[in-house]
């Protein structure tokens, strides 16, 4: 089991870059091996996703809070709230299908840093591709169902873990011609059902006693939880007037230097 530091440092980590496109999951596979630390089970990653599942929906609490009054007829825009849970579902399937059909193959990844850190260039690759396509002009396109089936296929790609969910998601957005605010709030309301499912898969773990729930695994869910938050405070921000691009330097940067560290 991990200490209470590895915990706490692993919890500010994916509190970092859940939400930020430059991959969690990635990270809390690149970042044990740098300092020589046990690699975390998955079960202990889902648990600090959880943390960031708790601060997407007090990020988005209000409309979240619109889309179930919606559900049973009530509130100002019922349909097009209902049009928003109808994307959103769409927008979930692929990941779904993917996370059934090919669950071993993508936990299997999550035991390779050295791959995880090419799998890192290539979200560098989809930030950098994404502002190349955009700087003719940013689109101003709603969210609709064949561009929320894209967006989800995109987010089951990034099961992967050096491929970003938020990367991918954002990224596929910008290159069909949503905004940056409207690809930045449609991939962090996506990521609500995607992270639930990938969490609820590791319940029975929790429960029939293989994975223990310590001090030091609620620290690193307390320190996901409050940096998840902060961080898409902070991002949401920072879209309206910035690029990817300082994201995609540094990805190229830290998964070089972390390959290297690794093959050391």
């Known amino acids: 089991m991990l200490g209470w530091f590895e915990s706490i440092v692993l919890g500010i980590v994916q509190g970092l870059t859940e939400f930020l496109p430059v991959s969690s999951s990635g990270h809390l596979v690149v970042v044990p091996a740098i300092f020589g630390w046990k690699q975390p089970s998955l079960t202990f990653d889902l648990v600090l996703h959880l943390g960031t599942l708790i601060a997407v929906i007090f990020a988005f609490r209000r409309e979240l809070w619109t889309l179930l009054r919606a559900v049973f007829g009530k509130g100002d825009d019922v349909a097009g709230s209902r049009h928003l849970i109808w994307l959103l579902f769409i927008g979930t399937i692929p990941a779904a299908i993917a996370g059934i059909a090919f669950g071993n193959f993508f936990e299997d990844r999550f035991d390779d840093p050295f791959t995880t850190c090419f799998e890192l260039l290539g979200t560098a690759g989809i930030l950098l591709v994404a502002e190349f396509v955009i700087r003719r002009g ?34 596929t957005g910008l290159v069909m011609q949503v905004s940056r605010e409207e690809a930045t709030r449609f991939s962090f309301l996506l990521a609500i059902p995607a992270i639930a499912g990938a969490v609820a898969t590791k319940v029975p773990d929790v429960v029939d006693g293989k994975f223990k729930i310590t001090g030091p695994v609620i620290a690193g869910f307390f320190a996901a939880m409050i940096v998840g938050w902060l961080s898409i405070e902070w991002l949401l921000r920072y879209v309206r007037t910035h690029s990817f691009v300082p994201f995609a330097i540094y990805l190229i940067i830290f998964s070089v230097l972390a390959a290297i560290i690794i093959k050391l």
């Open 138 to 171: 940013e689109g101003h396109e709603p969210v609709d169902t064949g561009r929320a089936g894209a967006i989800g296929v995109a987010q089951a790609v990034a099961i992967l873990p050096g491929i970003s969910r938020s990367g991918a998601t954002i990224g």
